[in-house]
């Protein structure tokens, strides 16, 4: 980045929460591929992991808002909806990882039983 572009705090927060929920969808899939393998407690430790960037992520949001409702200076942009987009998208991510891994939980029980009939 040249020295005469500067980025302003809301792109700042925007590459921000791109970032974190980034972070947390990758423990979330990595979660999900350590469950099909059967290693359970793996899979819970990594979506905690995607808990916590998930967390900084929803932070960085929150300021946004915080500052939006104080001075109403928080301005539109391409860049802001689509941090929002991955928030939300990294949400959603969680909610059918954690439900996946159940899933697969369940599964490795029933086989065991068939196995052991």
Same mark, same amino acid.
């Given at each position: 980045?040249?020295?005469?572009? *500067?980025?302003?705090?809301? *792109?700042?927060?925007? %590459? ?11 423990? +979330?899939?990595?979660? =999900?591929?350590? #469950?099909?393998? $059967?290693?359970?407690? *793996? #899979? ?10 998930? /967390?900084?992520?929803?932070? /960085? ?6 500052? @939006?409702? /104080?001075? $109403? ?6 860049? =802001? ?9 990294? @949400?959603?991510?969680?909610? +059918?990882?954690?439900? %996946?891994?159940?899933?697969?939980? @369940? =599964?490795? /029980? ?8």
């Amino acid at each position: 980045m040249s020295s005469d572009v *500067q980025m302003d705090e809301t *792109q700042i927060a925007c %590459f921000s929460i791109i970032s974190y929920v980034g972070e947390a969808k990758s423990c +979330y899939m990595e979660a =999900l591929r350590a #469950a099909r393998k $059967g290693e359970f407690d *793996q #899979a819970r430790t990594l979506v905690e992991q995607g808990s916590a960037h998930f /967390a900084e992520g929803h932070q /960085a949001h929150g300021t946004l808002i915080t500052r @939006e409702a /104080a001075t $109403g200076d928080v301005p539109t942009s391409l860049l =802001l909806m689509h941090a929002e987009a991955q928030l939300m998208d990294a @949400e959603s991510c969680k909610t +059918y990882t954690v439900e %996946f891994i159940e899933l697969h939980e @369940e =599964l490795a /029980a029933l086989r065991k039983g068939m196995a052991a009939a």
